[in-house]
């Protein structure tokens, strides 16, 4: 577990994340906040399922599916239907939209993790999210309509090509966090070797669940990465 905090912050009692870090980074622009993150270092571990038919909670999903940790995908709609191309083992359970606020594409392809504005088709694995919150190694600049503060979850990659997960969050709620227009500076802010970074679903429908870690949903998640014990 680690910290962003601001100069002189008032001490905040310890949560499920755990005990707060004796040396915090420092981010005066942006307050305090707290985050973990999930690294991917073998992909032939890495699965992505649908959780729309017969949904469960991410806690049944990490035991049934032996995940090490479990991270939320993307969105989904009230008919629950993924919001846009969602592919599975090569077979694509959804198709592309356009919108202009999931404008992103996180494709998985032998070995390797790529976020960008258009989908692989011949991914293993996929599913387009958004907005896109890194790319080329700059913070984008978002402007969101009724933003509001949320926990945030996002995939990441690295300039060695490292696929990591992340969540930020408030220290007074679990579920609540930074604005959506905020977080790519504070993507970038916890690790400045990010080159591309993708926004995933977050608030109450979302999950992210380590050995460390146990941030539950307080609504069904629509799909998770999971990334399998060895």
Known sequence: MSWLTVVNPVPSPSTSLGVIDPSPAVLQEFGEFRYSQAIVNDFSRLRLF????EPKSAAELAAAKNCEFL???????ISNQHLGWFQVNGRELSPKQNNRLFD????ITSGAAEIGFAPRPAADFGLQSGPVLVFDAKPLKLTIKDDQPRRRMAAAI?????????????????????????????????NQDIVAAINLDGGSASAFITPEVNLPEYQPIGGYFCYTKL
């Open 50 to 53: 649908s959780n729309l038919v």
């Open 71 to 77: 991270v939320n995908a993307g969105f989904y709609d």
């Open 158 to 190: 690295t300039q060695d090509e490292q696929l990591i997960f992340l969540v930020i969050l408030s220290p007074q709620s679990d579920y609540s966090g930074p604005l959506l227009a905020d977080t790519p500076r504070i993507v970038l802010s916890i």
């Open 104 to 107: 992103g594409y996180l494709s």
